[in-house]
């Protein structure tokens, strides 16, 4: 048993309203190309807009804590009454995820119904405990790791009359035990990401796993959520690197031993992952971690359109000689966004790198190429000893090559690995602007990232169209399989007005995830069902396979006491 | 739909009595060395036995078939009557797998409790019908693939009241369809490995799965068992290898769709893995396929002791800049046996290699190798381009080098492939003479290997001497994961009369698996629950596991018509 460490307050968390940190904010003016882009594609004019007003909690009604004093005594008598905490902008906080419809709702006060406690257990005994409060008091349990999650996993029922505990497992935060040998770390699942990478990189180790949301999601949420990191082509998704787990379950701890492969019937383990809090709390988590690489190298290239592109990252996804830790590749419309994103250069350096892209662009021009619209960065990293670096390199430069693309070298791939945990910032920026800016994403076949790309694309020009809207959408694809990869949509569109913005937000998503199912792919690949996905559950899994997932959680939780509605109604 | 092919005459089955073809033995006498580490082992005197007798079925009683016309009638009318087959023979084949005890009971008869009838669907269609009687009539249902199983998966229950139906696979065989660019392959369940491969091969693709049961094992039965092939460390485990598949279940069909990675909560896919027939029938697995590499090469090492294998083969996994198909140790006793199963030199070559290895072990003795009892034999097998190939043999040729052990090159290497999948007769012609021989396997960390190969060797010395019987065991490592290997031991010994063979067994089977469970390791790496393993279910994955298993199962079946008392009770 371990001693509870830390305190409620210690526990790092979002501002009420938005991504992050409080100070933090997505800046367009040191990006010279940025407010071109915003007006072309979005109609909006950056330099002749006042600067935003932020969102002022006292400005909106908070509805009172409905925990009744025997329920909160009882919860205090186990945790101590100031890790109970009932206080309205940490009510707040932990009633919302963070995509745009959580952020969109948490801006304009639509505080219906919050959860009415949050609880900060220290151990897996005080978890046990809470739970067992929550059963016999029939309250509703949310787990609550980093607060990240798209899908609405964490998000409340507003329909729900029993009163609500968000259990934030912040406090929990320590590496256990390394085994040096197995390359297996037994951690606590409340650990932010940037916590545990300094945990296991004093001792040698990281665990690479990368997801946009790093800084604010824990090892429990990505579990949980059966999350992806940027880096999954060498490392594995949530579900490979989590070798065993503890689950707080209504009946007791499970716990899956930390192994390299079992033949224990259905896996105990793949039930676990993915299943948001519904079958009880996950409390540890045994993970797989490596030795960082000796040599590192991200290498850009650039393709003349996508089907070029991705006809070169399937070669290289099947070229059994290269094992890349990622593969991926912007479309057009993608690569002309991060090209607006880039800063102005501010040393000599930059600037005659500036002046060199100039060139090359003008020369891809001149052979042809559609340098606004058609042509594609791709990014590849490679790890491992500094000759099997540049081994690998060169067949991939090969296959770039034969494949009608060019490389742009380690220079240019470096700007993918400093700009990749701000992205999140700029969903608020837009907000602040009344633009919806969203991500949605799925895993298909090799064969089929062409015609879902396209087709999704189309859809997504036809729901704009239905709303009269402007806006756009681009794509990525990225976590590469033998069996296909992931396609990653961004969109953005002005909303015309507050009352009709989570319509027409619905309007777009819904056509993109009904893309999706029409042509092959999945609901997601790695940003879990919660209730956002969840209309799409019977087409991707068949009606038998969601009533099997009902039963499961139905037989582990017949009060429906364990975050209810998430996954399947 | 598909339309049914085939008839039930035409499915392949093991000889009544044993493993595999009828006319196919295993033979002592082209093996010069076999004779004498039989003698030494086990205290038998090969060339002084008469030759076996063969077991024949007229000698025993068999049961009559407990189906009523009732049940015979509304299958024969899905199926038609010469689908539905009541025969003696035919009921005892399916009535066991191929366990030791299934091999003992079999061939002394223990007719107890038979299957009453066995069945053979020839699409989805039927097989759904079929489930619909089942459920409607009461009846057990007992999916069947290739009847190898050594778990108990395929073998009713001798309490079982209800009349028991056999659902034989082996009509669907076919490989539907090929998906050439994202390289995955729609296949019907019932297809036998040889026969896969082959319609595989003919297209330019293998699927790379091959367990040791290869030759009488189906994709359905793998996957219901969660199967590991010898390749795995390039091909992965089944689990891997499943993309998508189709499971009649008692609610209806369920479709998991063949994608390289989805996020729709727990995984179904993972949950029908390993279900051993008890969510219902199989019928469709879509595979990822792979092209056969351009290059492959199996090496042999020699190493001095068990400790300087596995530090290697440790050393390969870690190593990021290999990636091998299989690395494969056996340790200094299954060495031993090895050397003992060689085939007789009949060509000049093999006479010259056995010289230079007579010479090579004097070597070895010379330098202080213990050759007869400590020296190690491992495997590598590299698949890729010539030059990668080479590469990576370089550079295990080092780490071996490093750790004390030498390279034996790719002739020796070329003897792994040639014998591996005939090693499952060897248990039959062991019974001939009352020996039993048999095999457990678990899974552990790198951490832990030495210590439950050590314990695993004490337990089972421990227990031949408690039922004071002559006898051993060895053991080999493969599998290799970034967390560790399975540890694959065997062991054999003559029992002392057929009335006490049964519990002589079970004690030592039993200390194997309670010395696995005791030293951090898991009851099975790859064979599955089944009812041999189930009594360590609990101490595996605790009893809350259990439970959720045991939910998942009444929720979709609460009448126990599906395989009941598989992997929990």
Redesign the interface.
């Known amino acids: 048993m371990t001693t509870p460490v830390g305190s409620a307050s210690d526990v790092k968390r979002h501002k009420w309203w938005g991504w992050g940190l409080d100070d933090v904010r997505f800046r367009w003016d040191n990006k010279p190309a940025f407010p071109g882009f915003a007006h072309a594609k979005i109609g909006i004019d950056l330099p002749s807009l006042p600067p935003a007003v932020e969102p002022r909690l006292e400005d909106f009604e908070v509805p009172a804590s409905r925990l009744g004093d025997d329920a909160r005594d009882a919860l205090a008598e186990v945790l101590g009454a100031d890790t109970v905490v009932t206080d309205d902008e940490i009510r707040v906080v932990h009633s919302f995820g963070r995509s745009v419809r959580d952020l969109f709702r948490v801006r304009t006060g639509d505080f219906a119904r919050l959860v009415d406690a949050v609880v900060y257990p220290g151990t897996e005994e005080e978890v046990e405990r809470v739970l067992r409060i929550v059963l016999e008091k029939d309250l509703v349990l949310i787990p609550y790791g980093g607060g990240s999650c798209i899908s609405g996993s964490v998000t409340p029922d507003v329909d729900e009359t029993r009163p609500i505990v968000t259990m934030n497992l912040g406090r929990m935060r320590r590496v256990l035990s390394i085994?040096?040998?197995?390359?297996?770390a037994v951690v606590e699942a409340g650990v932010y990401g940037p916590d545990l990478e300094e945990q296991l990189n004093e001792k040698g180790w990281t665990l690479g796993h990368f997801p946009d949301s790093f800084a604010y999601s824990t090892l429990g949420g990505w579990t949980a959520?059966?999350s992806?990191g940027m880096q999954s082509d060498?490392y594995g998704?949530i579900?490979d690197i989590v070798?065993g787990l503890h689950?707080v379950?209504p009946?007791?701890?499970?716990?899956?031993?930390?192994?390299?492969?079992?033949?224990?019937?259905?896996?105990?383990r793949?039930?676990?992952?993915?299943?948001?809090g519904r079958?009880g709390v996950i409390t540890q988590v045994i993970v797989?971690i490596?030795?960082r690489?000796p040599e590192r190298q991200v290498i850009a290239y650039m393709f003349p359109d996508w089907e070029h592109g991705i006809r070169t990252m399937?070669a290289i996804a099947?070229n059994?000689?290269i094992?890349t830790t990622f593969a991926r590749l912007s479309d057009g419309p993608e690569t002309a966004f991060s090209l607006s994103m880039l800063k102005e250069p501010t040393s000599l350096k930059s600037k005659i790198s500036g002046a060199v892209q100039d060139q090359l662009f003008s020369y891809l021009a001149s052979k042809g190429w559609d340098t606004e619209e058609e042509m594609c960065i791709g990014y590849v990293c490679f790890?491992?000893?500094k000759s099997?670096v540049s081994?690998q390199q060169g067949v991939v430069k090969k296959i770039v090559k034969g494949n009608g693309g060019i490389s742009l070298g380690a220079g240019a791939g470096k700007i993918y690995d400093q700009k990749k945990f701000d992205t999140p910032y700029l969903r608020d920026f837009l907000l602040d602007y009344g633009v919806f800016g969203d991500v949605s994403e799925t895993?298909?076949?090799?064969?089929?990232l062409n015609e879902v790309h396209a087709e999704v694309m189309k859809v997504v020009r036809r729901a704009l169209d239905a709303i009269e809207r402007p806006g756009f959408s681009f794509c990525h694809m990225s976590?590469s399989?033998?069996?296909?990869?992931?396609l990653y949509f961004t969109f953005a569109f002005p909303y015309s007005t507050p009352e009709q913005a989570l319509e027409e937000y619905d309007t777009v998503k819904r056509a993109m995830q009904q893309a999706f199912i029409d042509h092959?792919?999945?609901?997601?690949?790695?940003?879990?069902?919660g209730t956002e996905?969840q209309p799409w559950?019977e087409q991707?899994?068949?009606?038998?396979?969601v009533?099997?997932?009902e039963?499961?959680f139905?037989?582990?939780d017949p009060g429906r006491n364990l975050n209810p509605g998430k996954?399947?109604a």
């Open positions: 085994d040096d040998t197995a390359g297996l959520t059966r992806t060498k998704d579900a070798r689950l379950h009946r007791g701890v499970m716990v899956i031993k930390g192994l390299p492969s079992q033949s224990t019937g259905p896996s105990l793949e039930i676990v992952v993915g299943s948001e079958l797989q490596h030795r690489a399937h099947r059994t000689d094992h790890e491992g000893s099997e081994r895993a298909a076949p090799w064969s089929r976590h399989y033998h069996a296909g990869a992931c092959g792919a999945t609901l997601s690949h790695h940003h879990a069902v996905h559950m991707d899994v068949t009606p038998v396979g009533s099997i997932l039963d499961l139905a037989s582990s996954i399947v």
